[in-house]
């Protein structure tokens, strides 16, 4: 299964900032995911990021809060921008070259605290 | 609309202890389900997966069974160690419209030496 490298693993930013969280992958793959933990919650898909178009965002998430790249096959980012406390939770990628066949792996997660 | 949820929240056992964690899905129309651990401020590392034409599926001291027609999956732990302390989460791959997870709250497993 594919190896994802995420990063930063957590920061404590000051609100009205923005952070770039970023996502490596160790093979190519068609779909990225990228999701959020809030405190003592499960996981909530944000969007899905293809290369070469724009992400797919689930309701409640807009472009404008958290807009993502992903330039080729193997990387994505996500930004959480004008961050608020609202916004401390874990953020995760995952990627599925085959989801149906294989699962999905998970990136390490970045924990962020927004004070 | 697919739920899962999990049952208990919450399990604290002692060490060497064998034990049951349940998961259950509203629309038993799903391509698999997968199980998670993640500890404490990090990322999923995925323990099982099973198809939805499978029964059960065996790793080590896990092995986690599907009852697809009444949405239901269980993950067992043998011999449970304090290395096991975790949250553990399931999550089902729906089938319709865009493929994404659908995850379950967890449920915390402490075990105490």
């Known amino acids: 299964s594919a190896v994802i490298s995420q990063k930063p693993s957590r920061d404590i930013c000051q609100r009205g900032t923005s952070l770039t969280i970023q996502c490596q992958v160790d093979?190519?793959?068609?779909?990225m995911f990228w999701y959020r933990q809030q405190p003592g919650q499960s996981l909530t898909l944000i969007a899905t990021a293809n290369q070469g178009s724009e992400a797919t965002y689930e309701s409640g998430f807009v472009i404008d809060k958290f807009p993502i790249s992903r330039p080729n096959l193997t990387f994505s980012t996500l930004t959480v921008s004008n961050m608020s406390p609202e916004d401390s939770s874990i953020y995760l990628c995952s990627v599925g070259a085959s989801g149906r066949s294989y699962g999905y792996t998970f990136g390490s997660g970045t924990r962020l605290t927004v004070v | 609309k697919q739920e899962v949820t999990q049952i208990p929240a919450a399990l604290s056992v002692p060490e060497g202890e064998n034990l049951v964690l349940n998961c259950s899905f509203t629309d038993s129309a799903i391509y698999n389900l997968q199980w998670f651990r993640q500890d404490p401020g990090k990322g999923l590392t995925s323990l099982l997966l099973i198809q939805s034409s499978q029964r059960e599926q065996t790793s080590g001291r896990l092995n986690a069974s599907l009852d697809k027609s009444s949405g239901r999956s269980t993950l067992y732990i043998a011999a449970s160690q304090p290395g096991d302390s975790a949250t553990y989460l399931c999550?089902?791959?729906?089938?319709?419209?865009?493929?994404?997870?659908?995850f379950g709250k967890g449920t915390k497993l402490t075990v105490n030496p």
């Open positions: 999550a089902v791959l729906a089938q319709g419209g865009s493929e994404k997870l659908v």
């Open positions: 093979s190519q793959v068609t779909m």
